[in-house]
């Protein structure tokens, strides 16, 4: 009888954009880091998730997408801070841009679906990259923000009103930390009292 072993990999954060998305295969960063890409197969799957399915990855492609997901994680940071972008994350974006063969095309919805030149997994972090770059570049609406949780940090694309939204996503780390204020409070009261 042979007996396999279940692997857990946690969830994906998705958003509405794909360079943060991307970004956010990393949680944590500055707490208990969980990576949600551990393995290539993974990386696959967040791929199709995101509509640009590849046949498979490699390990050396998951390196180079996690060295992409890095860059844009540091330059959206740089970004969010208003610093100079650095200039090894801008290599890293445009080299990752310019080595893959996509296309944007317009669907009958007039919505914009990238068509991969190959099941590659290059090709599919073309469009990543080329989605960053729209992004640093202050193509999108929206400022580029960082998670207000010191955990946390992450880029995102804040679009509310006067760009006053704190957290990356209010269902993690906003709930997160208002369920820390909470129980301080409750702490703090109970001290009084006694």
Known sequence: MVFMALVYFPEFRLGKVLATSFTGTLSERYGE????????????????????????????????????????????????????LPSSAVQVINDCSTHGRASAILTPEGGREWLLGSASAEDALSVIAADAIGLL???REGKISLCASPT?????????R??????????????????????ANKRKKSSLAD
């Open 137 to 139: 570049a202050g193509e």
């Open 33 to 84: 880091a969980l990576e949600r890409i551990p393995v290539p197969s993974r990386l696959a799957d967040w791929l199709a998730v995101n509509g640009l399915a590849v046949d498979s990855c490699s390990q050396a492609q998951l390196d180079h997408a996690r060295e992409l997901r890095e860059s844009i994680h540091a330059a959206a940071t740089a970004v969010a801070n208003q610093n100079p």
């Open 152 to 160: 946390c940090r992450a880029a995102f694309v804040d679009t509310s």
């Open 162 to 183: 006067g760009y006053t939204r704190k957290w990356c996503d209010m269902n993690t780390c906003g709930n997160r930390e208002k369920r820390a204020r909470f129980l």
